[in-house]
RNA sequence: GCCGCUAUAGCUCAGGGGUAGAGCAACGGUUUCGUAAACCGUAGGUCGCCCGUUCAAACCGGGCUAGCGGCUCCA
């Protein structure tokens, strides 16, 4: 189709033109597409690789063209910024060495190594610095180099993190390195980048934070500065004024301003549930229990605390002490350390406890699967560093299970699994991501099995055609897993509910079962929780409905606004009618004004507030009014038993 | 645990080397009111804790504790 000369590039609509080879994308946007695009244009993807306007094009292929209105557009610029900032970075702080600086979903960071800490004033002159680069608008320039160029380059530059990233880079196959250019700064990197860096409109400088070299504590400690950037002012305005009204929906503030819970310094990471935040814990308790009834489950309940030859048994000991709260004996030499002088710890995890539980009796395949839920209390030595709100606490609940069951049974029951978590997660509207985790450096059993478990889960999981992501080496210590996250309100991913397969409990633990063949059996573990834990989930309520829970999880559903002193007998009794029926209903007697009171149970977030003066108690009737402003808010004057209907409707749990 | 930041009344926050301030909430009184804030008054704090510098520390320095943003880890 073409000649030696030419090449045939096609375009997304299908459209094809022919251009002489060597013409770089820039001009054949200009000439064969047009002048307005070539402007907007920021770079391309050629023959399925993404490449800079400056490429030279060599042979046929599909071309598509990205611009700012393309979401891949500001990742672009935001990779730009990232290295507009390194480069403002190393003038105004000479002997910093640069590492790595990539996208994020918000923006971009750049990991640093320098002895002194960028302080706050820093950041503002960085930031500064940087909007004055891209005035300069100066072009991004590629070049390739040799392995032996490039390690001579940044071993000249004194840049030693950039010298290993090189090896890595060379040792994994690559035959040249690209380095990008602005001004006299050059990084290298894959590419592409945009024109010059006055296509990045502005860049904002958010906070600097530790961060360890590849991520790993043992390494080098270095400082990420994280920042963003958008094609104009008026986007990132926009950007922080939603950034602000996300933070309004913290569950932090809003558990303060609510009176859900509270935290006291004197046990961090161990929450003070109000009443009204109890209310939401135990209702969520009694759904999922009512749940697991219906499922095939039963609830028990076991100790909290055990002695240490469990934990030796379960492998925790070995693998996990680090987060296990010690009982230490007082008998023993105070000198020795603590794992030494510990005879007992309180549990964590629930597992063993389920173990133990499974082998009081023998069991035979008729019961299997045997599904175990229990609702009890762990505790969680956390890394103080780590502790966050309700998201990451140290003593927690998990709606927690465990399926001991027959190994050709496991598909059944992750579809199954998957379907309970999917049926819960869709009554809250939650949207949620799967993971699949395999085995972590630090894991128990040998590789036979954790083959067996991967393949297992991964086949079950692929059975119920969700999408999910692969995380290597995420797995829990005795096997791998299937998490469930769900993001806050300010991005942040956490994970909630869980499905881990494991074949090394039951080994551990001797379990066994008589099948039909009157053999001895070995089964398999399951470990699943739906919500993950209470305090976990419950944060993540929070901060999903903005503290506006749906009536059957609002911890005060109705209340009741009488409109002067005499109304307040005909408020009892509404109150009265409604708490038979199992409604949470509180009757306002402040006295104050009506506009006041109604205020009140609004900034309350309470799903009803019935308003009652002459007219309703003339009627025997209410006047309801849901969350929200104005007079679309007013429901009119509705009837007791109406209502009552309505509202004992809505109260009903949805799984 | 690591890096950085923060800590003033129940809450939100101002102030600042020389006897501590506001709004809201609380409490008392007046008001009895029709759909997002009535009015007047009262009370409330060893300025997170300890040590140091200073004639004098809430303010400056150090340590600790807790919280926040990340890292590591994790439900």
Known sequence: MSDAANITITLPDGSQKQVPAGTTVGEFVKTSIGVGLAKAALFAKYDGAEVDLT????????????????????DLVRHDAAHIVASVVQRLFPGTQVTIGPTTDEGFYYDFHREKPFTPEDLEAIEKAANEEIKKDLPFTRREVSKEEALALFARLGEKFKLE??????????????LYSHGDWVDFCLGPHGPSTGR?????????????????????????????????????????????EARKRDHRKLGKELDLFHFHPAAPGAAFWTAKGTSIYTTLSHAMRRMCLA????????????????????GHWGKYRENMFLILDTD??????????????????????????????????????????????????????????????????????????MESQISDE????????????????????????????????????????EAALEAALKATGLAYELKPGDGAFYGPKIDFDVADSIGRKWQLGTIQLDYNAPERFNMGYIGADNAEHRPVVIHRAIYGSFERFIGILIEHFAGAFPTWLAPEQARIVPVAERHIEWAEEVARQMRAADLRV??????????????????????????????????????PRTRGTGKEADLGITPLDVFLAKITKEAEIPY
């Not at 990233?165 to 690209?178: N, P, Q, R, V, Y």
């Not at 990132?236 to 602000?244: I, V």
């Open 200 to 244: 990045v409109g502005v860049i904002k400088l958010l906070s600097v934070a530790g961060a360890y070299w590849r991520g790993d504590h043992r390494n080098a400690q270095l400082q990420r500065i994280y920042g963003t950037a958008f094609f104009s002012q008026k986007e990132l305005d926009a950007w922080t004024h939603q950034q602000e």
């Open 55 to 74: 490429h030279e094009m060599d042979h046929d292929g599909a071309l598509a063209i990205f611009t700012p209105k393309n979401p891949e557009g500001l």
């Open 586 to 623: 509180e009757v306002d007697t402040s006295q104050g004004m009506l506009g006041a009171m109604i205020r009140d149970a609004q900034l309350a977030k309470v799903p009803y507030t019935l308003v009652v003066g002459d007219k309703e108690v003339a009627a025997k009737s209410v006047s």
């Open 165 to 178: 990233i090189i090896e890595d880079i060379f040792a994994k196959g690559a035959k040249t390195l690209s």
């Open 332 to 405: 023993t030499d105070a000198s020795l350390p603590a794992e030494e002088r510990a005879s007992s710890s309180l549990k964590p995890m629930n597992c063993p406890s389920h173990y133990l539980f499974y082998q009081i009796k023998r069991r035979s395949y008729r019961e299997l699967p045997l599904r175990l839920h229990t609702q009890d209390v762990l505790h969680r030595n956390e890394a103080v560093g780590a502790l966050s709100g309700l998201t990451r606490v140290r003593q927690f609940q998990q709606d927690d299970a465990h399926i001991i069951l």
């Open 295 to 314: 499922n095939g489950y039963q609830e028990i309940k076991t100790p909290l605390i055990y002695n240490k030859s469990l934990w030796e048994t379960s």
């Open 414 to 453: 992750v579809a199954t699994l998957t379907k309970l978590i999917a049926k819960v997660y869709s009554a809250f509207g939650l949207e949620f991501t799967a993971k699949f985790a395999t085995r972590p450096a630090m894991k128990i059993g040998d590789d036979a099995l954790w083959d067996k478990a």
